[in-house]
């Protein structure tokens, strides 16, 4: 036995009422594939529509991921493209959670690189990260 849900008024939501008439009509096991496949159409457009606005209003927002946001920030600091990769390195090898905090401030752009200068045996590492922090603080590293 099915247990249909009634409004206030005793009277069925607007589906459950269309389905009910059909099968007081003699509705056909195809009448309710067809009302099961219009509910499932809706559902996948729903669903496509959530993640067609998603895409459009949240994937624009630089500030709602750490690493689009660096990168955006080098980006718009005309970081080189070799410095990019070698700050961008340097952030991910010291497990750095929100690495745009190396461009803001001197005293963490320090810290990150000189743990990563230690382990770095590239010649012109320190030359080019100095470079870097000049450009990016106003200062020279004391």
Not at 9 to 14: A, I
Request: net charge neutral; hydrophobic share 40%.
């Amino acid at each position: 036995m099915t247990h249909l849900i009634l409004t206030s008024d005793n009277t069925l939501p607007f589906v459950q009422q269309a389905m009910h008439d059909q099968f007081q009509k003699g509705g056909t096991y195809g009448s309710v594939a067809l009302t099961i496949a219009g509910l499932a159409a809706m559902v996948v457009m729903v669903y496509a529509l959530q993640r067609w606005y998603d895409a459009t209003h949240h994937g624009k927002d630089e500030s709602s991921h750490p690493i689009r946001l660096f990168r955006e920030l080098l980006r718009r600091m005309n970081v080189s493209q070799q410095e990019r990769e070698m700050i961008t390195q340097i952030a991910r090898d010291q497990r750095c959670k929100n690495p745009a905090a190396l461009l803001i401030s001197d005293r963490l752009f320090d810290e990150y690189t000189g743990a990563w200068r230690a382990k770095n045996t590239r010649a012109n590492t320190g030359v080019e990260l100095d470079a870097l922090r000049e450009r990016l603080f106003g200062c020279d590293h004391e």
